[in-house]
């Protein structure tokens, strides 16, 4: 999901700055794979600095940043930073990057209120915490964590894209002022129920894949969603689909789903992912549809799929 480059916010900060600052490099340090063990303290100088590469390092805690009050992207991915603390002086800091480390509680971040993204990937993070002050947060990474609970997202408004994929949630709840969402990634977690999506209005892409899922419903309010991935579930049915008039991809890959049918009224559908001899027959409406928009599946047009699979047209 990191590379969801039409939100993803480092991109967009360095495209900003190309057209007033001439040379880039110039303002960045990529210390990247240097075997440092702390962070390096060269003096006053970082004030200039807006971008700091600490990726693959053997950093076990954050220190040394008191004079990099003007940066704007800091990673340290791939470390074995246990804590986060000391950024207190990053006021403008636009992206912190802390994805694979052995950080177990979100803390410390409540003077970053200029911050936009926050990533915390890949960590051992058990709960959602102490997000209060981070208005401006527009994109939030907390995938493969041990989160069991969504909640305290409240003053979160402003997120586009949140991902919670790889953690051990049950239940999809405490997101209703998440109005802004475009992005919202549950996949690989415990969920039995689709729910508490209605005020998800902006919402373009849903991705709920590998949980326990057995029906597709409560997605009646989601009218701007392009992209629904619902593969590796218990779904029987395709259903309740009728008021997705801008749904483009639909993945219902290694569900229990053998019949493609009620797909009708999805005007802008593009694709439907399935897996080799999942569909077993398709209903007359659902196969003049598909023909009429020119839908292929794997890249078979839908006469040849039908026959190659052998798949049955029923009324």
């Not at 600095?49 to 800091?74: A, G």
């Not at 009728?242 to 009224?265: F, P, S, V, W």
Request: proline share 0%; with cysteine; glycine share 2%.
């Amino acid at each position: 999901i990191k590379s969801f480059t039409a939100l993803y916010s480092s991109q967009i900060f360095l495209d900003s700055c190309k057209g007033v600052i001439k040379d880039l490099k110039n303002y960045q340090i990529n210390h990247e794979a240097k075997n440092f063990s702390g962070i390096p303290f060269t003096g006053n100088e970082e004030n200039n600095y807006f971008e700091l590469n600490l990726k693959k390092n053997k950093l076990n805690k954050i220190s040394n940043l008191e004079n990099y009050k003007n940066l704007k992207i800091l990673s340290f991915e791939n470390n074995s930073i246990k804590k986060i603390e000391k950024l207190d002086n990053l006021i403008n800091l636009f992206e912190l990057d802390l994805e694979s480390n052995n950080i177990e509680k979100i803390e410390n971040l409540d003077n970053l209120t200029d911050l936009n993204a926050l990533i915390l990937t890949s960590n051992k993070i058990k709960k959602i915490g102490n997000l209060d002050k981070l208005s401006e947060i527009k994109w939030l990474f907390l995938k493969w964590n041990k989160i069991s609970k969504i909640e305290n997202l409240d003053s979160c408004k402003e997120l586009i894209l949140l991902d919670l994929s790889e953690n051990k949630i049950e239940k999809i709840d405490n997101i209703d002022n998440l109005v802004n969402l475009q992005y919202l990634n549950l996949g690989w977690n415990d969920i039995s129920k689709i729910k508490n999506l209605g005020n998800l209005q902006n919402l373009k892409q849903l991705v709920l894949n590998d949980n326990q899922i057995d029906k597709i419903e409560n997605l009646d309010d989601l009218h701007q969603l392009e992209l629904l991935n619902l593969s590796n579930n218990s779904i029987k049915k395709i259903e309740n689909l009728k008021n997705l008039y801008k749904l483009k991809t639909l993945n219902i890959a290694g569900t229990d789903i053998k019949r493609i049918e009620n797909i009708e009224y999805l005007f802008n559908l593009k694709k439907i992912i399935v897996e080799e001899k999942q569909i077993r027959s398709i209903t007359k409406s659902s196969y003049e549809f598909l023909k009429s928009k020119n839908i292929k599946f794997d890249n078979f047009t839908l006469d040849e799929y039908v026959k190659m699979m052998k798949i049955k047209i029923v009324d």
